[in-house]
């Protein structure tokens, strides 16, 4: 196990955690994991355990859902998510009747459904509801 990073569960969000963690192990063990999107099996490496559990400080026992292709383009969607938020916020006025900015941002948020995010249903709505009335 030399070569699998040492467990530091002091910096872990919740030190005391009761969840699948053995407290007799002293180092991070590769979990296999399967993508939500696309189904591919991948595994959560030992590094990007402690990089989630004491770095970013997630709550230890977090899998990651998506594949590292997924994740990327995922994020890479968020962000494009985030660009016709702020341009909705800084021009609602202008926007609401443009059909193309309407389209193209229900298409992202309807394309964010596929990674299991579904937090977008009210903008969606209020999407179509924009578009049938432009």
């Given at each position: 196990?030399?070569?699998?990073?040492?467990?530091?569960?002091?910096?872990?969000?919740?030190?005391?955690?009761?969840?699948?963690?053995?407290?007799?192990?002293?180092?991070?063990?590769?979990?296999?994991?399967?993508?939500?999107?696309?189904?591919?099996?991948?595994?959560?490496?030992?590094?990007?355990?402690?990089?989630?559990?004491?770095?970013?400080?997630?709550?230890?026992?977090?899998?990651?859902t998506l594949c590292t292709t997924?994740?990327?383009?995922?994020?890479?969607?968020?962000?494009?998510?985030?660009?016709?938020?702020h341009q909705w916020e800084s021009?609602?006025?202008?926007?609401?009747?443009?059909?193309?900015?309407?389209?193209?941002w229900l298409v992202s948020l309807?394309?964010?459904?596929?990674?299991?995010?579904?937090?977008?249903?009210?903008?969606?709505?209020?999407?179509?509801?924009?578009?049938?009335?432009?």
């Amino acid at each position: 196990m030399g070569s699998s990073p040492k467990i530091d569960r002091s910096k872990w969000h919740k030190p005391t955690y009761l969840g699948h963690d053995d407290e007799r192990a002293t180092h991070y063990e590769g979990i296999a994991c399967r993508c939500k999107r696309c189904g591919v099996p991948f595994v959560f490496s030992a590094e990007s355990q402690k990089h989630a559990f004491e770095f970013e400080r997630r709550y230890p026992g977090w899998l990651p859902t998506l594949c590292t292709t997924c994740g990327e383009e995922w994020n890479f969607l968020k962000q494009e998510i985030l660009k016709f938020e702020h341009q909705w916020e800084s021009n609602r006025t202008g926007l609401a009747s443009d059909k193309n900015f309407l389209n193209s941002w229900l298409v992202s948020l309807k394309n964010a459904q596929e990674y299991g995010q579904n937090d977008y249903n009210s903008r969606i709505s209020m999407l179509i509801k924009a578009t049938e009335n432009t």
